[in-house]
């Protein structure tokens, strides 16, 4: 047996001076130009701070240096953005990130007290596009779930079947995540992505799981976003952000199970990527399941087995626009005519659409727009079916 008697004199709120090597002993990634010399922090801080992942540290980093230009400020909250910096997407578009940093002067030094989540930043907002992206933990209320077409009034159970005001975090504590796509502010994220999860791993009896909260900005800039991450470069600062994450989840060896929809899968193809390159281990412990795909398959499954990452299951209905013309997955004459006839249900009733929901099989699809009653639609989904061969996965 072994012991270490402790210093009583130490609490929470002691300070202590860092540098570049004691703070890596702590678990902190500062870069070696940040001011050390005008910086203290409290323990509290520092525990804080060193369970960030390297982007969120980052992000802290700055604001921290924002306070050592300005000591003297009231207070170093911006909640105004830059309208311009939502058009290039490495640049993060607020002009102050989502930790609420508390600091004083003593001694002509910079003390951080605490580093905290931001409430006034963090959570629903009625303009969707002043959400943040972050992590956040959603449990489940209800055992609803989508499993099989269902009324108007099964559909709206699946509304109240995960919370719609989620607590935020600062790492992944649940087996399961997911990344929404785009056009979800974070109430409707908070329990699409819940049933998402359910449908790709239905044995699992999830009962809470971390959303990382992929915000919209509306269509354009949406779609802009999405052609961002395709092209080769810097990606933006949603892949970024999730690239760290993942490392931080490798790291410490945690098994976590994602599922990526939509826009989700462009993020989690161009965060693999940047992964690649700036982190670079196997990323055993993790797997992931794609729904609606706007990435192109082919390059996402590449990338991810390069990564030694298992992808768990691939769910995309032949009559969505998303992963058969966006995702260029099946650019066949007879897909692009589908794709354009129910493209005007894209972003109809989630019930409706062929992209809102998890795909269960063409029958399932069929007879979830019968239910609705939008008997032409039906009626095409199953001469579709007619066409393919017994045994096709898709029916």
């Known amino acids: 047996m072994s012991w270490t008697k402790l210093d009583t004199n130490i609490n929470a709120q002691s300070l202590m001076a860092l540098d570049t090597i004691s703070c890596k002993k702590y678990g902190v990634n500062l870069s070696q130009n940040f001011p050390f010399n005008k910086v203290n922090f409290t323990c509290q801080a520092l525990a804080m701070l060193s369970q960030l992942n390297d982007f969120d540290q980052q992000m802290v980093e700055k604001e921290i240096k924002y306070i050592c230009a300005h000591p003297n400020a009231k207070n170093s909250l911006k909640h105004s953005r830059n309208p311009l910096k939502r058009l290039w997407r490495t640049q993060y578009p607020f002009r102050s990130y989502h930790y609420l940093?508390?600091?004083?002067?003593?001694?002509?030094?910079?003390?951080?007290?605490?580093?905290?989540?931001?409430?006034?930043?963090?959570?629903?907002?009625?303009?969707?596009?002043?959400?943040?992206?972050?992590?956040?933990?959603?449990?489940?209320l209800t055992y609803a779930t989508y499993d099989k077409a269902m009324d108007k009034d099964g559909l709206k159970a699946l509304e109240g079947a995960w919370e719609r005001n989620p607590s935020p975090t600062s790492q992944v504590n649940t087996s399961h995540a997911a990344v929404n796509g785009m056009l979800n502010e974070l109430d409707k994220a908070a329990w699409l992505m819940g049933t998402h999860l359910d449908a790709a791993y239905q044995s699992d009896g999830i009962k809470a799981y971390t959303l990382f909260h992929n915000p919209t900005d509306n269509l354009c800039l949406d779609l802009a976003e999405c052609a961002f991450d395709k092209r080769q470069g810097k990606k933006s600062h949603n892949a970024q952000h999730l690239a760290a994450i993942l490392?931080?989840?490798?790291?410490?060896?945690?098994?976590?199970?994602?599922?990526?929809?939509?826009?989700?899968?462009?993020?989690?193809?161009?965060?693999?990527?940047?992964?690649?390159?700036y982190y670079g281990k196997p990323l055993t412990t993790q797997e992931v399941a794609i729904h609606g795909s706007g990435a192109?398959?082919?390059?996402?499954?590449?990338?991810?087995?390069?990564?030694?990452?298992?992808?768990?299951?691939?769910?995309?209905?032949?009559?969505?626009?998303?992963?058969?013309?966006?995702?260029?997955?099946?650019?066949?004459?007879?897909?692009?005519?589908?794709?354009?006839k129910f493209g005007k249900y894209l972003v109809a009733d989630p019930g409706i659409s062929p992209h809102t929901l998890p795909f269960l099989g063409l029958n399932s699809y069929a007879d979830q727009l019968q239910l609705l009653g939008n008997i032409p639609a039906a009626t095409k989904v199953r001469k579709f079916i007619n066409t393919l061969p017994k045994g096709d996965s898709r029916i």
């Open 247 to 277: 490392a931080q989840n490798s790291q410490q060896g945690k098994k976590v199970k994602w599922l990526v929809h939509s826009q989700g899968a462009i993020i989690f193809c161009a965060a693999l990527e940047h992964y690649r390159i």
């Open 101 to 140: 940093i508390r600091y004083s002067l003593s001694s002509n030094k910079i003390d951080i007290e605490d580093v905290l989540f931001d409430r006034q930043l963090s959570g629903p907002k009625n303009n969707f596009s002043a959400e943040r992206t972050m992590l956040y933990e959603v449990d489940r």
């Open 296 to 340: 192109n398959l082919t390059h996402l499954k590449k990338i991810a087995n390069g990564m030694k990452m298992k992808i768990h299951s691939v769910r995309n209905n032949p009559f969505d626009l998303v992963p058969n013309i966006a995702g260029a997955n099946d650019l066949s004459s007879s897909s692009l005519v589908r794709s354009m």
